[in-house]
RNA sequence: GGAGGGUUGGCCGAGCGGCUUAAGGCGCACGAUUGGAAAUCGUGUUUGCGUUAAUAGCGUAACGAGAGUUCAAAUCUCUUGCCCUCCGCCA
């Protein structure tokens, strides 16, 4: 949700960076209206309070025995004008939120405008793994070291669904471990949230109700509408924590990080280079997340984009890190940087973790607030979010970038206190 | 799944149609008192919206949420979220 104040003074600005992010907006309509509602809520407030007024002498003329009958048709009269006043303003603020809520975040400064095309790519960490061999994909060698049973997988949940089995079960849970221990030294704390989460969540989130059709949502049968849904990232239950609060400044910032499976639907976005693990409608991920005060958002982002680069590190991947372009960022945030692992089959850069500030935007809708000290006033937070990491990119990427020639595929050393020691994983007899 | 009870300002808790501008207490802040402190006394202590140069005033709204009855709703009716107790079922 974006400020209406700032829409209000200076609706030019707000124009020009929503272009930056390829949304054409004239708000010339919506401040007439703007104008027409305030003008109706003045009307409306001056009713109520001659009401107020005239409702507080009926006890006292009851008492004194006066004929209170014509002070009842007047005050018939305002409630009458009153009710229509109130539900013309909410036919007015609805439209209005709905106008509101589908403006995307305004890009930082430092964001370049346009499309994916113009993502900066702004560190290169490695090299591509020069094999002396002809590599294999990691579909061919994760159904050799029977790590990963797409067939059952697809037999249990349709496409799009995989098992892990055994070593390949292992090397998933130690990931997610190497991360848990990883986020706990840097003082994050670790929840585990439900993954069934009410719809106002997903609208905090910024997710609704422009995406509504991309979860996998829950309908009561005496319902019409979904009121619930399977949460698609951690995020989404992280940035509802602290919905509705007012946080003491002291208490911040609050650093947390949550493992969840995400589920997504993944309609129609299946590409036949992606077959494998690299889309699925179930992932694992292990999210952080940070409430700041907005002087220290910037900082917080550049922490969250060096954690998540410094686990891709420590598994010894070749990775890049960009900078997205105003229009290649997701609605709600200003600023966006993407990891992507070297993924050999693919002969690309697939996104291992995406981290975000989302300035005051999702506090905007979820009215998360701290009381800043200076002004004793409540504030709106800042709200950030990265992975750290997501497993479903980052598992082919160890097994296409540590393949030996004989099919076997080397652990990286972070991970072998998590695997028994293990150094290796043969292909299956 | 069934039957009850509850939901009120930061917290506890009264109120069950209009003398409530939400009693009283606790906590917190400031002031008085004091050599200093405790105790005591006094004052203040929510958020949104509108107006405004204003974080000053004033107005307005909010007693879990939504709808209704009424001239008037924290208070009555209906729907619903959540919490608690008991019963049933089940991992």
New binding site residues.
Partial sequence: MLD?NLIRNQPEFVAEKLSRKGVTVDFTDFLEQDRQR?QL??QT??L??E???T??L??GM??DGKDITPV?AE??K??DAVREGDEQL?RLDQEQNRFLASLPNLPADDVPAGGKENNQVIKISGEKPAFTFSPKHHVDLVEAAKLIDYTRGAKLGGSGFWVYTGDGARLEWALLNFFIAEHLQDGYQMLLPPHILSYDCGYTAGQFPKFEEDVFQLKREDQESFTHFILPTAETALVNLHRDE?MDEDTLPLKYFAYTPCYRKEAGSYRSEERGMIRGHQFNKIELFQYTVPEQSDAALEELVSKAADLVEKLGLHYRVSKLAAGDCSASMRKTYDIEVWIPSMNDYKEVSSASSAGDYQARRGSI?Y?AKK?G??AFAHTLNASGLATSRIFPAIVEQYQQEDGSILIPEVLRPWMGGQKKIDIAP
Avoid: V
Wanted: charged share 45%; no cysteine; hydrophobic share 35%.
């Fill in positions: 209406i305030r809520i003045r407030e001056d109520k309070a009401k107020n007024k409702s507080a009926i006890p009851k008492k009842l005050m018939k305002i409630s909410a007012i607030r009381r002004t006033k409540p």
